[in-house]
């Protein structure tokens, strides 16, 4: 988030990385495991560089220091719990005072990760090092395998250990977008957190010659430039700006679709220096209306894919006559509409649990301006713009830690819980979220909503879970063997448990198959708030489906207390969607509990073979 709006960094202090991937893993993600002391408590720091901020420093690779190489911990680690700030910007864009989201939390950092050295053995001992350590919340900036069991995959087995700990797992959802099924770390024990965008953009304009404008973005905003018009160049033989350098660009305003390359990140420099009068760079369809922030440090303008088709049809219309000029309009805010979906924030659902819902939360992670170390290959701090659901993550830790500070003794399923059942549906306009595409966003892109800080530390009701629940679902799932692996409790085993099938998962969000006849399931809520408390049942669902809760009304007489109620779901063929979905709200005077219901249509999903 930008400063003045919520922006999430810290000082400009080179904090050490605690970068985790693996080289097994199909999708990885340059990250940042964190961990949050509130109130402090001990810490190995193999860092000069450690503080009361920074109370923890080290490197799990052999031969390695626990310094920032990349960049990429610091800022995950500022978004989190940055110190405030004032005077903060990049490259004179954003400027304004800023924070991390628990700025008051401490940070200890455990890097596993670096370009020529990804182990899984790194990954697992980071978090047993962190475990040692006492803290109460993980942020993982990294993806998992997509697709591996979750006994092969080392995030969900070393986050199981975490979580049987009391401590909070946040995990990123992938930057495999928008492709459906390509969520990462799908386990239940997981906080799986999806990208979205923020209320503030780099505004800049495309003034054509016929008096219209086409609205855009820059990260380098040119002062006073020229009201001058130039003509516009666009070819489909040079569409990726792939010109020569020769006359036949000089003085023009080139029209070029983004590709997202180094190459032709350096070509467009190149082509700027030679000549041009600028850059105009249009989003692929895929990418829709998601513009990811790129710094070209010349006169460059990004646009969605909707402005480089209007662009285009333009420059056709004009009988090679088109002109325009560049203007630019500093940071802008209050942007609607907000948040939208990005478009590489990866998508349910999970491939290994598809009657869970991943990804379970969306949250800030486009173009988020946060410190960041001033000797980095990757950008010259102290602040930097970057995007990813690796920026995701630690504004959902940072969530996480407040409310463990405000409830200490809460478990990390009760944190969850909070998170998802206050989050939001509705966007900044008071309408629906939308994708990176401008429709409505739906479950398999948003999970339950998007993060909601302030109604979070008091959701009302919860919906927990504990190590026997889980235990009980991978069994399930697994049986003996990955039992053995994941859980490591020899006192466990299959045949003392009750198997616990993902639909009946006291999960706070509801996914079930349609079948023929009526389908229930049962849920278990927590009383979190003051004596004396009715909630009664609400639900909005498509007229194709029938839900009712059982009972509709549930009396709380003091916290703690505990009441299981059913959900049962029928309804008619869903024709051609893969599933539908609605909600189910317990409403009081003072709260409203939500629960996205998900109903997936046989054959729409294949759910994992129990284990026998």
């Not at 690779?61 to 940055?82: K, L, N, P, R, V």
């Not at 006359?247 to 032709?264: F, R, T, Y």
């Not at 879970?465 to 490591?488: E, H, K, N, Q």
């Amino acid at each position: 988030m930008a400063p003045g709006s919520g922006a999430r960094l810290t000082t400009g202090r080179e904090l050490s990385s605690g970068c985790l991937t693996a080289a097994s893993m199909r999708r990885t993600l340059p990250s940042t495991t964190m961990v949050f002391h509130h109130p402090p408590r001990k810490g190995s720091c193999d860092a000069a560089q450690c503080n009361n901020k920074l109370i923890g420093a080290k490197s799990l690779i052999a031969g390695d220091d626990s310094d920032d190489e990349e960049g990429h911990g610091t800022h995950t680690s500022s978004t989190a719990a940055g110190n405030f700030v004032t005077g903060a910007s990049y490259n004179g864009v954003g400027t304004g005072t800023a924070a991390g989201i628990a700025p008051s939390a401490h940070i200890a950092m455990y890097k596993a990760w670096v370009a020529r050295d990804c182990k899984s053995s790194a990954i697992l001992a980071g978090l047993e090092e962190a475990i040692k350590d006492g803290v109460d919340v993980l942020s993982l900036s990294l993806g998992s395998s997509t697709g591996a069991s979750f006994d092969q995959d080392p995030i969900s087995i070393g986050a199981f250990s975490a979580m049987s700990k009391g401590i909070l797992v946040v995990c990123a959802a992938g930057n495999s977008g928008p492709t459906q099924r390509s969520v990462a770390n799908e386990a239940p024990w997981l906080l799986t957190a999806a990208a979205g965008s923020v209320d503030r953009s780099f505004g800049a304009n495309i003034h054509l010659g016929n008096g219209k404008s086409i609205e855009g973005e820059a990260l380098t905003q040119i002062a006073n430039p020229s009201l001058k018009l130039h003509s516009l160049l666009y070819s489909e033989k040079w569409r990726y700006c792939n010109y020569d350098y020769d006359s036949s660009i000089i003085g023009k305003i080139l029209v070029c679709k983004d590709n997202k390359s180094k190459a032709q990140q350096s070509k467009i420099r190149d082509i700027v220096g030679t000549g041009a009068a600028g850059v105009v760079l249009f989003n692929d369809e895929i990418s829709g209306y998601t513009t990811i922030a790129t710094d070209y440090n010349c006169s460059v303008v990004q646009v969605t894919a909707a402005g480089g088709e209007a662009l285009i049809a333009y420059i056709a219309s004009t009988d090679n006559s088109s002109a325009a000029s560049l203007a630019y309009n500093g940071t802008q805010f209050s942007v609607r509409p907000a948040p939208v979906v990005a478009s590489f924030s990866s998508r349910g659902p999970s491939s290994l649990a598809p009657n869970i819902l991943k990804p379970d939360i969306v949250a800030p992670g486009l173009n988020i301006l946060v410190a960041w170390p001033s000797k980095t290959g990757h950008g010259q701090g102290p602040f930097n713009i970057i995007s990813g659901t690796s920026m995701v993550t630690p504004h959902v830790s940072g969530v996480a830690a407040l409310i463990k500070g405000i409830h200490p003794n809460w478990s990390p399923a009760t944190i969850k819980s909070a998170i998802l059942t206050t989050s939001n549906i509705i966007n900044g306009t008071g309408g629906s979220i939308l994708d990176e595409q401008h429709r409505k966003a739906g479950v398999y892109d948003t999970g339950a909503g998007h993060v909601n800080p302030a109604r979070a530390a008091d959701p009302g009701l919860v919906y927990d879970l504990s190590v026997i629940d889980y235990a009980g679902y991978i069994c399930w799932l697994l049986g003996d063997s990955g039992l053995a692996t994941i859980v490591r409790n020899s006192s466990l085993t299959c045949a003392k448990l009750p198997k616990v099938q993902d639909v009946q998962l006291n999960y706070p969000t509801i996914t079930v198959p349609l079948t023929s006849t009526q389908f229930t399931v049962n849920r278990t809520v927590t009383y979190v708030g003051p004596a004396n408390s009715t909630f009664k049942a609400k639900v909005d669902v498509p007229r194709s489906l029938t839900v009712r809760a059982v009972p509709e009304t549930m009396s709380f007489s003091k916290t703690g207390e505990k009441k299981t109620f059913s959900v049962s779901v029928s309804g008619h063929d869903l024709g051609k969607e893969l599933y539908v979905e609605g909600t189910l709200s317990w409403v009081s005077e003072k709260h409203v509990v939500r629960s996205p219901v998900v109903v997936v249509a046989i054959g729409g999903d294949t759910a994992p073979a129990p284990s026998p």
